[in-house]
């Protein structure tokens, strides 16, 4: 089982619809959680992070966190075309120097 | 303030040749990474350094050394270069547990 688990998409969602991306990871005791956008030949930048169990919400994004059963997801709402992108998911692996470990990503596409 | 500095961005090799990929930070961040990524998959840890002095193998380490003797730089060299190092490169620094802060990339080819 891969550490941190995404399906690679690519999800298609009218613009002005709801986006829903998800992750799953396998290290039980994993603190830490971030989501990143990234376009295509640009690197990678930070849209939310969640430490914590239940929803944090950040404009158009809510990430939402459920420790018991290992999983992580990110709801985009009132999608836009420049939402278009891949999103990685990344999980800091505990055991002292949380280290954060990638997702292979999901590629959305919002049309118009 | 300008984060995380990488360089070259492009760079087409032969096989067998080597290199060196430069990354300095200027935000005194200890953590340091080394990732590559193939087309359509995330992130592999090839290397990390958790402060000047300490280095450590991530999940794809073999073709590749590092060195950080500075907090500031952590350069990533491949010896003997192969076409499976085709990839694009980020590196990456970050404070403890928090938020990843990307360079620029470099497209690299080996043929």
């Known amino acids: 089982q891969k550490e941190v688990e995404q399906n690679s998409g690519p999800l298609s969602v009218p613009e002005g619809a709801i986006a829903s991306l998800n992750c799953t990871y396998s290290?039980?005791?994993?603190?830490?959680f971030f989501w990143y956008r990234q376009y295509s030949g640009k690197s990678p930048e930070l849209i939310m992070s969640i430490y914590s169990n239940g929803d944090k919400e950040d404009g158009r994004f809510t990430a939402q966190l459920n420790k018991a059963s290992q999983y992580v997801s990110l709801l985009i709402r009132d999608s836009q075309p420049s939402d278009s992108a891949t999103y990685l998911c990344?999980?800091?692996?505990?055991?002292?120097?949380?280290?954060?470990?990638f997702g292979r990503g999901t590629s959305l596409i919002v049309h118009p | 303030n300008a984060g995380v500095t990488q360089t070259p961005k492009f760079r087409i090799l032969k096989i067998g040749q080597s290199m060196t990929l430069q990354c300095t930070q200027d935000m005194n961040h200890n953590y340091m990474y080394w990732y590559r990524q193939d087309p359509g998959m995330g992130l592999k840890l090839i290397y990390y350094?958790?402060?000047?002095?300490?280095?450590d193998k991530g999940e794809v380490p073999n073709g590749y050394n590092v060195s950080r003797s500075t907090t500031e730089d952590f350069p990533l060299r491949l010896e003997l270069a192969a076409p499976s190092q085709t990839s694009v490169y980020f590196c990456?620094?970050?404070?403890?547990?928090?938020?990843?802060?990307f360079g620029s990339g470099t497209q690299l080819s080996v043929l």
């Open positions: 350094s958790v402060g000047a002095g300490i280095t």
């Open positions: 990456a620094s970050n404070l403890f547990n928090e938020k990843l802060f």
């Open positions: 990344a999980v800091n692996r505990s055991g002292g120097s949380y280290i954060p470990t």
């Open positions: 290290d039980r005791v994993s603190q830490s």
